[in-house]
């Protein structure tokens, strides 16, 4: 069965009754089946709001990437924002659009991936929309909660920051690289470090914050210039995947722009102050591995161990 055999209020009730099988929080006055859902945080919470999308050709190829992972990276995207605010999720809308020959199992695939990374971040799905386009596009808006004053930000870098990261890099940009080499899936689905992101809001020494998925160099960018400083970054110290470089070799990817410039890695990079903890005991605290990769300084961004210039993230346009 296609889509246009379904019926958009078909797929709509098909996806409501999965949603509802997910379960349905306290806090989700109305969920999908109004014009509009009604969420209810806790007295004393700001709101936060973020929406991010997922097109068809620009951030994924059918040939290569499983319906079930698009419809999980899509959430990913958007939740991940809500990681670098600090915020606690609350819910999530996605607007559909695609062609009418997609067929059912597609869509049901798509589905199941969305609420899979819902049900994983305790973000239900909400409400959305579907509509006809020639390509396919997931626009998602992920709605969060945070105390006042609390929101982590990218303007808060101070010199004498030192600048951390969660996790490893360059894992999406590796898988990316061998599917365009072999055709093979990309089956690869980052994660949401909403986790650790409500106890860095909490700590009281974090200067900037942001989550990484235009790549390394791109984001750090974004903070300098919202904060006013420059950073040193050191390559050797970028955290990576065990094997990355030989792997890299093997997709015919330069390891340093992979991890510089790979993007779709969704860790947070953080600065704190100087007197803050180690990156040991912050692996401790957050419950996810954290390195510590370079330092805020006056101006400029200087990456030592890089043998060949590399421009830096993904452009939009």
Do not use: K
Request: contains cysteine; positive net charge; aromatic residues 4%.
């Amino acid at each position: 069965m296609r889509l246009d055999e379904l019926s958009e209020f078909g797929w709509i009730e098909r996806i409501r009754r999965a949603a509802v099988r997910a379960g349905v929080p306290r806090h989700v006055v109305i969920g999908i089946g109004d014009d509009a859902a009604v969420l209810r945080p806790r007295r004393g919470e700001d709101l936060v709001v973020t929406t991010d999308a997922l097109v068809e050709d620009v951030h994924f190829r059918w040939r290569t990437d499983p319906a079930r992972c698009v419809g999980a990276r899509a959430v990913a995207a958007s939740l991940s924002d809500l990681a670098a605010m600090g915020a606690r999720p609350l819910g999530v809308t996605v607007a559909f659009a695609g062609p009418p020959g997609l067929s059912v199992r597609q869509l049901d695939a798509l589905t199941s991936g969305i609420l899979a990374a819902c049900r994983t971040a305790g973000a239900p799905l909400v409400g959305g929309n579907v509509s006809r386009a020639r390509r396919t596009s997931l626009t998602v808006t992920a709605v969060g909660a945070v105390a006042p004053g609390r929101a982590l930000r990218r303007d808060g870098a101070r010199r004498g920051d030192r600048i951390l990261v969660t996790g490893s890099l360059g894992r999406a940009a590796l898988a990316r690289a061998r599917a365009e080499a072999s055709g093979s899936p990309v089956r690869h689905v980052p994660e949401a470090r909403l986790a650790a992101g409500l106890r860095l809001a909490r700590a009281g020494f974090v200067g900037a914050c942001i989550d990484l998925s235009d790549g390394l160099l791109a984001d750090l960018r974004h903070v300098l210039r919202a904060s006013r400083v420059g950073a040193r970054l050191v390559l050797p110290a970028v955290p990576r995947p065990r094997g990355f470089d030989a792997s890299c070799r093997r997709a015919r990817i330069h390891p340093a722009t992979a991890l510089l410039a790979g993007g779709e890695d969704y860790e947070l990079l953080f600065t704190v102050r100087s007197q803050a903890p180690s990156a040991a005991a912050l692996t401790r605290r957050l419950g996810v591995h954290v390195s510590e990769i370079g330092s805020v300084v006056a101006r400029g961004l200087h990456v030592e161990g890089a043998s060949t210039g590399i421009s830096g993230g993904y452009r939009h346009f």
